[in-house]
């Protein structure tokens, strides 16, 4: 994983602890990290965190966290990704939107007419691009571009476990995300919640335009309030002190603009890690919805995939409970000659399935850019 401030390399398994149950793993960790020739233990989460994910003879995904054998933290590395990998990202065979983009637009109705009826006020959904190449994508080769175009937020790379219906060969789940779910360090405790998008542009005029109509959105600001609550709702009764500011912020990616509101505070108890932390706050509304229950369970309804990672959180946690998670959003499932991408958005009164399918579209490209792809959806 890169950010601003550092990176941190972890290479090999001393130690692999799978399974969905994350207080159970909590225990299990802080066990294995005691003694480990390395004080940090990296993971990912799924978007489910059904307990049965990862538990042997289910095809959910589950989390899992490795005890590295190698371990570098360092300085940031997008000095060091200045040139452009080229190789390792071949030429792609064969293209596929799931669902279609008329699929994705109905789905953004369906939710419109799920928000007028019961207690739903927000849903994200989200589609995927199946991408095949004739020969083997190498994931290191797309981190290193998204290293070079990413120089703020998580870029990362994590092997996923194998999935039990038996397909060969590793996968990893490579991206870009703007987003903090979570970070601890000692007793302060951040969250970086993002909602609220639209696309960067390469004219500037209409770049600022975009950043200023986004800025006085009130859609765009509802949709980003619902996060900031549901984050400072699991966050206070954990914090003796919790900052929130008044209103969001712009941020920016290369290929995205978004509202974010930097939340931190005082926990209570050291007692409670960066991974329960991160299992309290997921998933946020910036995901799934509001409320969490109804959002999940149209989630599950409308998309047509599973969304396995995708969603989830990536980050790692020490032998002292510190740590640092990002939402695992922006990325590609990579596995071999296949590729799968995912792009989501959330959806409150007043979304038009137009907007809607143009802005998965623009989250499309920070991993089509990363390949070198120029692709319009
Ligand atoms: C769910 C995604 O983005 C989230 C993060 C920032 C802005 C979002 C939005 O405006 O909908 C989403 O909540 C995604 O990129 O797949």
Redesign the pocket.
């Known amino acids: 994983m890169s950010t601003a401030e550092r990176s941190i390399l972890a290479r090999g398994a001393d130690t692999v602890l799978d399974g969905g149950d994350i207080d159970r793993l909590d225990t299990r960790l802080s066990q294995a990290l005691t003694g480990a020739a390395h004080p940090v233990a990296v993971g990912v989460l799924p978007f489910s965190t059904d307990p049965a994910g990862g538990e042997q003879g289910t095809d959910r995904a589950g989390a899992r966290f490795v005890l590295p054998r190698e371990l570098w933290s360092a300085a940031p590395a997008h000095g060091a990704a200045a040139q452009r990998a080229t190789r390792g990202v071949p030429v792609p065979a064969e293209v596929t939107p799931i669902p279609e983009p008329e699929g994705h637009r109905a789905a953004v109705q369906r939710a419109l007419t799920a928000l007028g009826e019961g207690d739903l006020r927000k849903v994200?959904l989200?589609r995927a691009l199946d991408i095949s190449f004739t020969a083997d994508v190498d994931p290191a080769c797309l981190l290193h571009n998204l290293v070079r175009d990413n120089t703020g937020g998580y870029t990362y790379a994590v092997e996923l476990p194998r999935p039990a219906d038996g397909s060969p060969g590793p996968r990893s789940l490579v991206g870009a995300s703007p987003?903090l779910l979570v970070r601890r360090s000692g007793t302060r405790v951040s969250a970086h919640p993002?909602?609220?998008?639209a696309p960067r542009s390469a004219d500037a005029d209409i770049d600022r335009r975009n950043a200023e109509a986004l800025l006085g959105s009130a859609k765009d600001h509802a949709?980003h309030a619902m996060v900031t609550e549901a984050v400072v709702a699991a966050l206070r009764p954990l914090c003796r002190r919790i900052d929130v500011p008044p209103a969001p912020s712009l941020m920016s990616t290369s290929t995205m603009w978004?509202l974010g509101t930097a939340i931190t505070g005082e926990l209570r108890d050291e007692g409670i890690s960066a991974l329960r932390l991160a299992a309290a706050l997921h998933p946020t509304p910036?995901?799934c919805g509001t409320p969490t229950p109804a959002a999940r369970s149209l989630v599950g309804e409308l998309e047509p995939f599973e969304r396995d990672y995708y969603?989830g959180a990536v980050g790692w946690v020490d032998t002292a409970g510190d740590g640092e998670w990002a939402v695992a959003?922006?990325c590609a499932q990579v596995a071999e000659r296949s590729l799968r991408l995912?792009?989501?958005?959330?959806i409150v009164a007043g979304s038009d399935p137009d907007a809607e399918l143009a802005e998965t579209s623009a989250?499309f490209q920070t991993l089509l850019r990363a390949m070198g792809l120029d692709l319009r959806l």
Request: hydrophobic letters at 35%; a neutral charge; proline letters at 0%.
């Open positions: 994200v989200a987003e993002h909602a609220g998008s949709e978004h910036a995901v969603a959003i922006r995912y792009s989501g958005g959330g989250k």
